[in-house]
């Protein structure tokens, strides 16, 4: 098997694994209730810890005033705030309130509830491999990040 086909196995793995989902804790999924566009502008709030209106309209892909208006609907939820650039008071920072990171949070790791019963069954040697699976992806992740 070359280097695509074996990365063609993992995905199809990663996706046959996910569908085991009906063990998975979905209620955080079930209870968001945003449009798919605020959804969006959440996820990379919450990447950044303030990321300007204008490079927000950029990554999302739209007008500066549709960005605005998302941002205005997350911040009447309590999930962003806006605040002044320190260097610039014109420029006007929008980050994710301690609400807005737990959602974001509680989003992310709900897929966790999958991982105990799945980790208990494995034998000793399996949950090794895995182990040190996840730091080698780990240490990619952290290395593709600089």
């Given at each position: 098997m070359d280097r695509g086909e074996e990365i063609q196995d993992i995905l199809q793995l990663q996706d046959e694994l996910i569908r085991y989902r009906a063990m998975w804790d979905v209620?955080?999924?079930?209870g968001l209730d945003m449009s798919t566009p605020q959804f969006k502008a959440l996820i990379l709030i919450y990447e950044e810890e303030g990321v300007r209106m204008?490079?927000?309209a950029r990554r999302l892909g739209g007008s500066f005033s549709n960005a605005t208006v998302l941002v205005d609907r997350l911040v009447?939820?309590?999930l962003v705030e806006r605040m002044a650039d320190s260097q610039d008071r014109r420029?006007?920072?929008v980050r994710a309130t301690n609400n807005g990171q737990r959602?974001?949070?509680q989003l992310i790791t709900s897929w966790r509830s999958l991982s105990?019963?799945?980790?208990?069954a494995l034998e000793p040697?399996?949950?090794?491999?895995?182990s040190e699976a996840l730091r080698v992806l780990v240490k990619a992740a952290q290395s593709n990040n600089r």
């Amino acid at each position: 098997m070359d280097r695509g086909e074996e990365i063609q196995d993992i995905l199809q793995l990663q996706d046959e694994l996910i569908r085991y989902r009906a063990m998975w804790d979905v209620k955080p999924w079930l209870g968001l209730d945003m449009s798919t566009p605020q959804f969006k502008a959440l996820i990379l709030i919450y990447e950044e810890e303030g990321v300007r209106m204008r490079e927000l309209a950029r990554r999302l892909g739209g007008s500066f005033s549709n960005a605005t208006v998302l941002v205005d609907r997350l911040v009447d939820r309590g999930l962003v705030e806006r605040m002044a650039d320190s260097q610039d008071r014109r420029v006007v920072l929008v980050r994710a309130t301690n609400n807005g990171q737990r959602l974001v949070e509680q989003l992310i790791t709900s897929w966790r509830s999958l991982s105990p019963s799945l980790l208990k069954a494995l034998e000793p040697g399996d949950l090794t491999k895995v182990s040190e699976a996840l730091r080698v992806l780990v240490k990619a992740a952290q290395s593709n990040n600089r």
